[in-house]
C-alpha cells in the first residue's frame, strides 16, 4: 500500500513461479540495452528482461533454475569487451 519498493530478492519466487533479479549495468546508449537483453534472452528460462538505461538497472525474469550467478557471468563478459560495468546487488 505504501509507497516504498521493496528490492527483488533473487531467491523468492513470485505467484508465476518466477524469480525476480536486479542488475546495474553501466549501460550508456540503447546499443547497450538491446545487447544485455539479446544476451539475457539467450539464456533458457529466462522470460522476461526489462534494461532502463537512465537509472542503468537491468530487472529479469527467470525460472528458479536459472541462477543469477549464471546470467552476471554472461553479462561481464559482455561488460568486459564493451568497457563497462556489471554488478549484481546484494539483497538480504
Known sequence: ???????PNPSEPDADGLVLTKFD???????????VTRILNKIEGVKEVKAD???KTVFVKTTPDV????MLEK?????ESAGKTVALPETM
Open 1 to 7: 500500500m505504501g509507497g516504498s519498493e521493496s528490492k
Open 67 to 70: 541462477t543469477p550467478q549464471m
Open 75 to 79: 553479462l561481464q563478459k559482455w561488460g
Open 25 to 35: 549495468v553501466g549501460m550508456t546508449c540503447g546499443g547497450c540495452s538491446g545487447a
Open 53 to 55: 538505461v537512465e537509472t
